[in-house]
């Protein structure tokens, strides 16, 4: 799992980020990736966004499991090509 927050603001049409911060780690089993989740969304700012790497790959079903157990709202998310989930908070 790596963890990207930051706010978002928009100038001139381009994404901007503000308080950028990244950490990272692999959690590919379900308890510790609920931990993780559970521990960093109350932390973060409005607009902030997580980078949930393994989400979509057969062999690491546990951190599916664990976003679906920690009540993130997976409408507010976009899962990429390459198995990963970007979540807005």
């Not at 559970?38 to 979509?56: G, S």
Request: aromatic residues 8%; proline residues 2%; glycine residues 8%.
């Amino acid at each position: 799992m790596r963890i990207l927050t930051g706010k978002i603001k928009l100038n001139d049409n381009k994404i901007i980020f503000e308080k950028k911060a990244l950490g990272g780690g692999v959690f590919d089993l379900y308890k510790p990736t609920l931990d993780v989740i559970k521990f960093v969304i109350p932390r973060h700012e409005k607009n902030a966004i997580i980078l949930l790497d393994y989400y979509n790959l057969i062999s690491q079903e546990g951190v599916k499991w664990a976003v679906r157990d920690s009540g993130v709202n997976i409408r507010k998310c976009i899962q990429t090509q390459s198995g990963q989930l970007i979540c807005y908070t």
